[in-house]
């Protein structure tokens, strides 16, 4: 099979690395990819919006998969424009429609959908600017924290959780008389306030069958004991040692299984990877949001720990056959660790030399994500860099590799998080 991924980060490296390994496996390419990518397919000098120049690739190579990374193209519709042209009718898209892309494009239309089929979640409220007022007093009616989200795409900026209620009045206010999130905060959900531990989930879909990959927990924020700015993640593990099979039960039964149903249900075609961000309370599971793709760095964890073959998966949503793959997990822990650009999330330089990319020790993968090779060699082209992910017994000695590979790569400005799986040994011996 003829295979195009499109992104350029590190989910894209983990995703190629996977792919690379399939026997049936023709060709590769990745639009527009990074210096990782390079070494196991083409990279193509592609915009992942620029449906028209992907279709006339698409033809001309006669791509069968198309796997899209993020979610901005699937949210501007890219599985309908393949759907809506009969010539480009023998390439499969990994990644839902416009409409279903909305459970991440919309925090309303997730919450609204999450209503409808009885999928636990916070209570909510969504207001615009005409009922800023019914806004104000729904959050008068709420305990803080309060938790504003901006409803459209706001580049994981647009959730705002605040302990006052007049900070909090006049944020809503800010968002939608003042367009703080631009368009995206257009439209504002209030909700609940839930307190527990978060864990992620994802599941490959053709829209009838599914199948739950490896769980994971993410490093959201910059600094060390979880503190300071958000970024996209600044690791990941999987597994996570509180996602027991009681746990695993509920999720599935009051969650996968709804949100399958409930979008055949309501007539949305769903075929590609659903991202359940969860959170853990007092031993229940409730959605706090959907994506429309794989997670990132989650990413990097839970491929490494899929033995089964993804592009046998992905043929089987072609075919409609997915329901009769087999479903094979490493039982290994698996850890990422992101380097990044110094001064991430906010300014920072491109450009930097990295070395000691040759030696990963036994049991480790760095995966690339903001990189890119020009005349000096591997250079840094992003906020994140590269992930490094290990593969042990347990997660001490998951990390020890991803720590040790990294002790040998430094580029110019250098960061990385040195808890990543701290919180997951305390908590072991603790149980
Ligand atoms: P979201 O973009 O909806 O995933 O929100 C970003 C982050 O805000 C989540 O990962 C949580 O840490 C936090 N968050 C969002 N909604 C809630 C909520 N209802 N209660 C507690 N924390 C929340
Ligand atoms: N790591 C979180 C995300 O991919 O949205």
């Avoid at 900070?167 to 959900?189: C, H, P, T, Y």
């Avoid at 000691?356 to 992003?382: C, R, Y």
């Avoid at 906020?383 to 430094?410: F, M």
Wanted: glycine share 12%.
């Amino acid at each position: 099979m003829k295979v195009l991924i499109l992104g350029s980060g590190g989910r894209e490296h983990a995703m190629a690395w996977k792919l690379a390994q399939s026997s049936m496996l023709h060709e590769l390419y990745v639009a527009p990819g990074n210096a990782g990518t390079a070494s196991l397919g083409k990279n193509v000098a592609l915009d992942p919006l620029d449906f028209d120049g992907i279709a006339d690739f698409v033809k001309a190579q006669n791509i069968n998969i198309l796997v899209v990374g993020p979610e901005a193209p699937l949210v501007e519709g890219i599985q309908d424009y393949f759907t809506e042209r009969e010539e480009l009718s023998f390439c499969t898209v990994i990644g839902p429609n416009k409409k279903a892309a909305q459970l991440e494009g919309s925090k309303d239309f997730s919450k609204q959908f999450m209503q409808r089929h009885n999928i636990p979640t916070a209570k909510y409220g969504s207001f615009t600017k005409s009922s800023l007022s019914q806004g104000k007093t729904f959050l008068k009616n709420m305990k803080a924290p309060y938790v504003l989200k901006a409803d459209g795409l706001a580049a994981g900026k647009g959730v705002l959780i605040i302990d006052n209620l007049a900070e909090a009045e006049k944020a809503l206010e800010e968002m939608l008389v003042n367009s703080k999130f631009g368009d995206a905060g257009k439209k504002v959900v209030i909700e609940e306030f839930l307190k527990g531990i978060e864990v992620s989930m994802f599941v490959l879909t053709d829209g009838t069958s599914f199948k739950i990959l490896p769980e994971a927990k993410d490093y959201k924020r910059i600094g060390e004991g979880d503190t300071g700015l958000n970024t996209g993640g600044m690791g990941a593990v999987s597994p996570v040692s509180f996602v027991n099979q009681e746990f695993m039960e509920k999720v599935k039964n009051q969650i996968i299984i709804p949100t399958v149903k409930g979008l055949k249900k309501d007539g949305i075609h769903y075929q590609g990877f659903i991202f359940f961000g969860l959170i853990k309370v007092g031993g229940d599971p409730y959605v706090i949001e959907y994506n429309c793709r794989m997670g990132d760095p989650e990413t990097e964890v839970v491929l490494p720990r899929l033995k089964s073959d993804l592009l046998h998966y992905f043929e089987g949503i072609a075919t409609g056959t997915l329901s009769e793959c087999d479903l094979e997990i490493d039982p290994r822990t698996a850890s990422t660790v992101i380097a990044a650009s110094g001064g991430y999330p906010e300014n920072y330089e491109k450009g930097k030399t990295i070395e000691g990319l040759n030696q990963p020790i036994k049991g480790s993968i760095v995966f690339h994500a903001g990189t890119a090779l020009n005349e000096k060699g591997i250079v840094t082209n992003g906020g994140r860099v590269l992930a490094v992910t290990g593969l042990g017994a347990d997660v001490e000695s998951a990390t020890n590799k991803s720590y040790g590979t990294l002790s040998e790569i430094s580029f110019d400005g250098m960061y990385y998080r040195k808890d990543i799986g701290k919180d997951l040994l305390k908590e072991k011996v603790k149980s």
